[in-house]
Structure formats: structure tokens, C-alpha cells
């Protein structure tokens, strides 16, 4: 038991140094991940602009100066006179006796 | 042993020393070698708010932003000062010698060459690749409806430190909610100046501002402005403006102006056309202020619609005699055709049985000479003349329009109130606040008080739509729709008189009579083609009008 022990404690120095190894690895690749995460955040920036962009051109699109436009050059044209056809006089609409 | 002391004192001596200067870099010196090695190794970058929208009831945006960008220089990376300019100024479409002074500056570490420009312009500018040109991401405004109500949204331009503000309407008025507040973002750097994902890093969220939805509706809004300018070529007006409101909640279904800018380009316009002349400018309403002393004189007993007044000739008031507007007299008439004639005999009579104090009460009460608190920037008010300085004739012309001001808001508020069972209400603008966290303020209307009672309102609409039924526009009315409304015809006072060529030609509305969807103000400044109301304003309210039945799908009787 004795000899368990002892062996299990001359194995924790090497254990150490390994973790700290790694650690050393581990850390210097996150600290070089801050270019790709400013070349993410740059992208980001770059289809939130594409974003505001099109939703402006769909907002121009829609705007009434342009339908009417292109409502005009379709052939459509403003009414000259409007027909209401008023309360219909038919069998649904009369109250059941 | 004296060498020994000798040496031992070069050696406190040079201890000393030591000590004081580590006292002086730790101690003395620390704030700002913190603050040189912090922006050493920090990145500080502000995280920009976004601005509000503004939406139209129809969810449709009428104010959005747009990405741009800000163009800036750093003198000390740029070479040749002549080549940079002349290579980025057509771009701009600056000059190139105005550029090349500005980065030739002495001492200018970062100079800001334009602003708010557009992609398109920064792609290029980056394609050249020049050192010492740098680009920082900003937004624009962006007007998807071109110059569609623009006195009423406003314009965004810079403060005196240069951040961007809301001037006029509502981008003045809500610009400290439309605004937000920036946020900033600081990361640890390493050598190469890229940020490091295991360092420190503070990160503070921008509040992006809120949106306003309006009561404002595109296609009413976008209809009245087309008419409004069909309406000055056609009766050759100076200026012309039409307000509708929705009288139930006192919402602002639509306000147009002519002359007016695009928001988009403001610089490119004169100061005086940024100014709504609904909310700031101010006329003699005429004739269709009669219908509020009407009102008034009903609610208040003193007249019924049948009572008569002897229409024969010029009333005398004072050392002055007030005629009709045509000069043509009826004999006894009853109220009723007071209005339908537009007789300023009949309301100096009808001023007369309210008496001073009782009419005087009906502008207060109407709100004649306040603030409506409509929510737009530039509302102003003219000043009505103190209740102890109103002379006879004063109170005489005031019964008919003249010697009077107000703004056309003012007015169309004040008959508003006639559609909605004399009730007065406040104008408002936007219907709702929204954040982007889908939070939303509804803004409820506001009623300010009841000016008459619900019966008296009936009667004095009856009477309305028989001025409109069998006065001198009936011309113009669109058959089968009760329509209650009112021309006016007011000169223009011109250095201490009334101008005889120079009118305000107005009409005032609402209609349904019975169930009033919407309430309107037309005015036209100077029409060349006729100075009269009946002849101008009422048939271009008209014609709104039935554009405004068709869309609301309101069908004739």
C-alpha cells in the first residue's frame, strides 16, 4: 500500500508539467484566435451592412411614388367615376319572420 | 576607513536615488503610464446605437437607417498629400485643393475628410487602398419615401460636438428616445493589435433607439399631397397646406405642406421651408371660424337655429359698419342661413347675444391662442390679445374670422371637437414607442375637455351640412355624402390693413356628417385664379374627399 502511494506521488510532478504544457499550448491558439474573431466580427458588420442595404432597396421599392409609377406604366389608370353598390335587396339579408 | 564612508555614501546616495525615481514612475507618474500602457494593450472600439425608425400605421418604414460611412485621414501615414487628395476628391466630389489643405494641417493627427457616405462611395474609396485613408462605420438616414411628409418627420443633422440630432417634427421632438445610447466595447491586444480572446474584456450594449409607430396613413397622406399640389398649379396659389385628423382619437391622419423639402437633403433647401406652417404659422381663419361662435352661442341658450337676425344692411359697431362678404343682404334670416349665406351681419348678432365674456370663454375653450401639445417640435402659437383689451369691434370681427390668429391646427382642432360630440382632443402624431425589445408604449389619446355638449354638436353639424348642401360650394360636393363643413375667405392683413386682393381661401370639414371618419383643413395662400373659398379650397377638399371615401370604402347615401 505504502509502495502504491509513493509510486502515485512520484507520478504527480509529470502530471504537472503536462497540464502546464498544455495550458501553454491551449492558451497561445486562443490568443491567436482574436484575428479570426475579428475577421468574424468584420464579416458580421459586413452583412448587417448587405442587411440595411436591402431593406432600404425594399423599402424604396414599395414606396407609393414608385407603385404609382409602375402602376401607370402597366396601363392601370386613376378611376374617372366610382359605382357603390349599396345595401342588396336579397332573401339572405331579410330578417326570417 | 574614510574611503570606506566614502563609498559606503556613494552607495546610499545612488539608493536614494533609485528610490526616488521608482517613488516618482509608481507614485507620482502612475495614472498616466496606466493610461499609455492601457492604450497600449487595450483595443477601446464604441459600439454605435442605431437610431429609431419611423413607421406609418401601415407597418410600412417612412424613416430607416442606411448603412455609410465616415471618411478620415491620419496625416502622419500619407506621403504625398497632393497625389491623396487627387486621387480620393473626385470620389467625394470635393475639391481636390480643399482636401489637401485639410490634411496638410500642422499638428492634425486624424482629420475627417466627409460624412454619411454612401456604400457604393466607401467601396470605391477602400478599392485604392491609400494609406492614411480610413473609413468608420456610421448610419444615415434614410427617407424611403422621398420628401412624403417632411416637415412632419424632420431631419437628422449633427450637434456642436458632432453627433447626430433630430431637428423639426418629430425627429426633433423624440429625438432623445429615437437616439439610444452607444455602447463601447474594450479587449485586450497583443503585439500585432488583434484582440485576444483570453485577455480582459469589458463590452458595454449599446441602447439602440426606440421606433415610433404614427397614426400618419401613407395612402391618405401620399393622396392629399398629390391633390394639394394639383390644387396650387390648377388655383395658382402662393403656398397651400390640408391637415386630416381622426376626430374620435384625435390622431394625425395626414398633414401636407406646399412648398416643402426632402429631409434627405435638407441642406439643399431654404431654412424656411423646414418650419410646418400647420403647427407654426398662423392666419386669420375667416368664415369658417363662425361655425365655432355658432356652436358656442347654441350651447350657451342664447340662440336656437331658428332664432332670426334682420339681414337688411351694414350692422353698425362702433364707428365702423361690417358687411356681408358680398354685399348682398337677405332681410330676416334665420341661423340656420347665417352660415349658409356666411353672413357677418348674422354673427355680429350673434356675438352680440353671447356677450363679451361668453365669447371670449369659447376661444378658451376652443383652445384659440394655446399649444394643442400636438407632439412635433415647432409648434408655436400667436398671442391672443388679453380678455381686458378687446375692443367692440374687436369682439365683432372676431365673430366672423378677422382680427384674430391662429394656426391651422388650432382651427381644425377646434371643429374637430364639433365631430366628436364636443369633445376636444388632443393632437398626437405617434400611436406607439417601441423598443427593440418588442416592448411597446402606447400612446392613448387624450381628450383636454368637453367644449360643448353632444346635442349641441348634432344641431351646429346639421347646420354645417346645410352650408355645404346650399351655400355657394355646393358646387363642388360630392353627390350623396352628408358632408359638414364651412368655406372661409379671410384677408390678409398687410402693414396695420386688410389687404382687398390678398385672401386665405379655407375650407373646414368632416364627413361622414353622421359618423365623421375623418375631420380636414384645406387652406390656400393668395390663389391667383380666384381669392374666394367656395371657389377654391372647398372644391380641392372635395376632391380629397372622395379620394378619402374610396379608400375608407365609405359609399354615397
Known amino acids: ?25 491551449v492558451s497561445n491558439e486562443l490568443a491567436s484566435y482574436g484575428g479570426r474573431i475579428l ?59 | 576607513m574614510r574611503r570606506v564612508w566614502v563609498v559606503f555614501g556613494s552607495f546610499l546616495l545612488a539608493y536614494g536615488f533609485i528610490i526616488f525615481r521608482l517613488f516618482y514612475w509608481q507614485v507620482v507618474a502612475s495614472d498616466s503610464l496606466r493610461s499609455a500602457a492601457a492604450a497600449q494593450y487595450f483595443l477601446q ?29 491620419t496625416p502622419k501615414d500619407i506621403n504625398d498629400t497632393r497625389s491623396f487628395s487627387q486621387q480620393v476628391s473626385p470620389i467625394l466630389s470635393l475639391e481636390s485643393k480643399d482636401v489637401q489643405d485639410r490634411i496638410s494641417q500642422p499638428g492634425m493627427v486624424w482629420v475627417p475628410i466627409a460624412r454619411k457616405v454612401d456604400r457604393e462611395i466607401s467601396d470605391k474609396l477602400r478599392q485604392l487602398n491609400l494609406k492614411g485613408l480610413g473609413l468608420e462605420k456610421e448610419s444615415k438616414r434614410y427617407y424611403a419615401e422621398s420628401s412624403m411628409a417632411a416637415q412632419l418627420l424632420g431631419f437628422v443633422g449633427s450637434d456642436e460636438n458632432g453627433k447626430d440630432r433630430g431637428y423639426f417634427g418629430l425627429e426633433g421632438y423624440y429625438d432623445r428616445e ?102 407654426a404659422s398662423s392666419y386669420e381663419p375667416g368664415s369658417t371660424f363662425k361655425v365655432l361662435i355658432m356652436a358656442k352661442a347654441l350651447d350657451e341658450n342664447v340662440i336656437t337655429p331658428n332664432t332670426e337676425v334682420d339681414e337688411t344692411e351694414a350692422i353698425q359697431v362702433d364707428k365702423y359698419f361690417i358687411k356681408t362678404w358680398n354685399d348682398t343682404y337677405h332681410g330676416r334670416i334665420p341661423m340656420t342661413k347665417v352660415l349658409e349665406y356666411s353672413s357677418n351681419v348674422g354673427m355680429v348678432f350673434v356675438q352680440k347675444k353671447l356677450g363679451k365674456d361668453k365669447l371670449l370663454s369659447a376661444l378658451h375653450d376652443f383652445g384659440i391662442g394655446q399649444l394643442t401639445g400636438i407632439d412635433l417640435q415647432d409648434e408655436a402659437t400667436p398671442e391672443l390679445r388679453d380678455d381686458r383689451d378687446w375692443s367692440e369691434v374687436d369682439l365683432a370681427t372676431a365673430s366672423f374670422g378677422q382680427g384674430i390668429a391662429v394656426t391651422p391646427l388650432q382651427m381644425l382642432r377646434a371643429v374637430s371637437s364639433l365631430a366628436n360630440d364636443g369633445v376636444l382632443m388632443e393632437p398626437r402624431v405617434v400611436k406607439e414607442i417601441r423598443d427593440k425589445k418588442e416592448q411597446h408604449i402606447t400612446v392613448p389619446p387624450k381628450k383636454v375637455r368637453q367644449v360643448i355638449r353632444p346635442a349641441t354638436a348634432h344641431v351646429i353639424t346639421e347646420m354645417m351640412v346645410a352650408a355645404v348642401d346650399n351655400g355657394e360650394a355646393k358646387w363642388a360636393k360630392p353627390n350623396g355624402y352628408r358632408i359638414a363643413g364651412k368655406t372661409g375667405t379671410a384677408q390678409i392683413p398687410v402693414a396695420g390693413h386688410y389687404d382687398e386682393k390678398k385672401t386665405i381661401a379655407s375650407f373646414v370639414g368632416f364627413a361622414p356628417a353622421d359618423e365623421p371618419k375623418f375631420v380636414m383643413l384645406v387652406t390656400l395662400r393668395e390663389p391667383a385664379s380666384s381669392p374666394w373659398g367656395s371657389e377654391t379650397a372647398a372644391p380641392l377638399f372635395f376632391t380629397i374627399a372622395r379620394d378619402l371615401f374610396s379608400y375608407y370604402g365609405i359609399s354615397p347615401r
Request: aromatic share 8%; charged share 20%; proline share 6%.
Open chain 2, 178 to 279: 429615437l437616439r439610444g445610447k452607444d455602447g463601447s466595447l474594450q479587449v485586450e491586444k497583443d503585439v500585432h493589435g488583434t484582440p485576444m480572446l483570453v485577455g480582459d474584456v469589458i463590452r458595454i450594449e449599446p441602447e439602440n433607439g426606440r421606433d415610433l409607430v404614427l397614426w400618419l396613413d401613407r395612402t391618405v397622406q401620399y393622396s392629399t399631397e398629390r391633390r394639394l399640389r394639383e390644387g396650387i398649379q390648377k388655383y395658382g396659389a402662393k403656398e397651400g397646406s390640408v391637415v386630416v385628423l381622426d376626430p374620435k382619437t384625435g390622431g394625425v391622419l395626414a398633414m401636407a405642406s406646399y412648398p416643402n423639402y426632402d429631409p434627405g437633403i435638407y441642406t439643399k433647401f431654404s431654412r424656411e421651408y423646414y418650419k410646418n406652417p400647420i403647427v
Open chain 2, 45 to 73: 472600439f464604441p459600439i454605435p446605437a442605431t437610431r429609431g425608425t419611423i413607421i406609418a400605421s401601415d407597418a410600412k418604414p417612412l424613416v430607416m437607417n442606411q448603412a455609410a460611412s465616415l471618411v478620415y485621414a
Open chain 1, 39 to 97: 475577421s468574424l466580427d468584420t464579416s458580421i458588420e459586413s452583412m448587417q451592412q448587405e442587411n440595411d442595404t436591402l431593406e432600404a432597396h425594399i423599402a424604396s421599392s414599395s414606396a407609393l411614388s414608385v407603385i404609382q409609377v409602375k402602376a401607370f406604366a402597366q396601363g392601370f389608370t386613376q378611376p374617372t367615376s366610382v359605382l357603390s353598390i349599396g345595401p342588396v335587396e336579397v332573401a339572405l339579408h331579410q330578417s326570417r319572420p
Open chain 1, 1 to 25: 500500500m505504502k509502495k502504491f502511494i509513493l509510486k502515485s506521488l512520484g507520478i504527480i510532478p509529470f502530471a504537472a508539467i503536462i497540464l502546464v504544457i498544455f495550458e501553454l499550448i
